[in-house]
């Protein structure tokens, strides 16, 4: 129990950290505006209400411990969405000014952004059979 309340806490954490930097990209990049109390609102139930619907509908630990797997499996599968166009904002003058990112550190997150990727990739095609899961 206290570890779903962990994680019901962490993915809160990450709704409201998604939230700010949505916030930041849709005001500051594509110029669109919304009332901050629908956006609060709309974000809390699309990530709240999975989380208390999917587990009640399974009947074993054992669907709960697959469906914890496939809800990290998802987030990882959104994480390359999140980590490239960051390096690219971080790394151009234009954007961030005197707060580039040096070259070594550009180039490090590069490397590790792709590393990361792949290894997501694999994940993936672990869990789905295509080849053999690591573990």
């Known amino acids: 129990m206290l570890f779903a309340v962990a994680l019901l806490a962490s993915g809160q954490n990450s709704t409201i950290t998604g939230t700010l ?9 594509i110029h669109m505006k919304m009332p ?17 619907i999917l587990p009640s509908c399974s009947k074993t630990m054992k669907q709960n ?14 994480l390359p969405f999140s980590i490239f166009p960051l390096t690219i904002f ?6 961030m ?11 490090t997150a590069w490397t590790v952004s792709i590393i990361l990727t792949i290894l997501n990739i694999y994940l993936i ?3 789905v059979g295509i080849v053999p899961s690591i573990g």
């Open 21 to 29: 930097s949505g916030q930041i990209v849709m005001e500051g990049f």
């Open 36 to 52: 901050l109390w629908a956006r609060r609102v709309i974000t809390r139930l699309l990530s709240v209400i999975p989380v208390l």
């Open 65 to 78: 411990e697959e469906l914890l797997t496939f809800s990290q499996v998802f987030l990882s599968i959104a």
């Open 90 to 95: 971080a790394s151009r003058k234009d954007i």
């Open 97 to 107: 000014g005197e707060f580039t990112s040096a070259a070594w550190v550009k180039y």
């Open 125 to 127: 095609l672990g869990l």
